[in-house]
């Protein structure tokens, strides 16, 4: 009886101890980038700039009517996460989709974004991210891990660019909306 109970006891001792270990080697055997992360990045819609000295400039009626277009443009994205640096412009242009999306908008700081962290935090998401002329172009060649982008002239409020990193690998193209139909200036 003693040697039936030892039996049993140690059989289950080993297959505790078997199960962990097949538990770490598939944690160790997945890649920590695998899946599809898709980013939106634009630009704010069009600022008022009747006043040169309001460095927080709030959108005109063009602008809110591109923010709402913007909406429109991306409601088939099945957005995850929406980011905005913290101005007015941006903010009211990422406003149009979170609403649409029910997703409350991130602010980040472009000087101090940490794109590692981003892209782990967004992995398998689809993100819309708004920024600016000089921030939006850096934004998606940080993402894409090269200088491909330049920044973006000041009256291009149109331009989307996609950057997708499937399973580590970066691709990205650059969509311009300024009519009704948009033309592709850069792709995969």
Not at 94 to 121: G, L, R
Not at 132 to 139: I, L
Request: aromatic share 10%; with cysteine; net charge negative.
């Amino acid at each position: 009886m003693k040697f039936l109970r030892l039996f049993v006891a140690t059989v289950l001792v080993l297959s505790i101890f078997s199960c962990k270990e097949e538990k770490k080697a598939e944690t160790v055997d997945t890649p920590v980038e695998s899946g599809v992360s898709t980013f939106y990045l634009i630009r704010h819609a069009e600022k008022d700039q009747s006043d040169p000295d309001n460095v927080d400039p709030e959108l005109t009626q063009a602008g809110l009517g591109r923010a709402m277009h913007w909406a429109e443009i991306l409601q088939d994205a099945e957005l995850d996460a929406v980011y905005s640096t913290d101005y007015n412009r941006t903010s009211m242009t990422a406003s149009p989709t979170a609403v649409k999306n029910d997703i409350d908008t991130q602010y980040y700081d472009p000087n101090e974004i940490d794109i590692e962290q981003f892209k782990t935090d967004n992995l398998n998401k689809r993100v819309l991210i708004v920024g600016h002329s000089n921030s939006t172009p850096e934004f998606a060649n940080k993402l894409l891990g090269e200088e491909k982008y330049y920044q973006m002239d000041e009256y291009d409020n149109g331009s989307l660019f996609i950057v997708q990193i499937v399973n580590g690998v970066a691709t990205s193209q650059k969509i311009v909306f300024n009519c009704n139909c948009p033309k592709r200036e850069e792709s995969l």
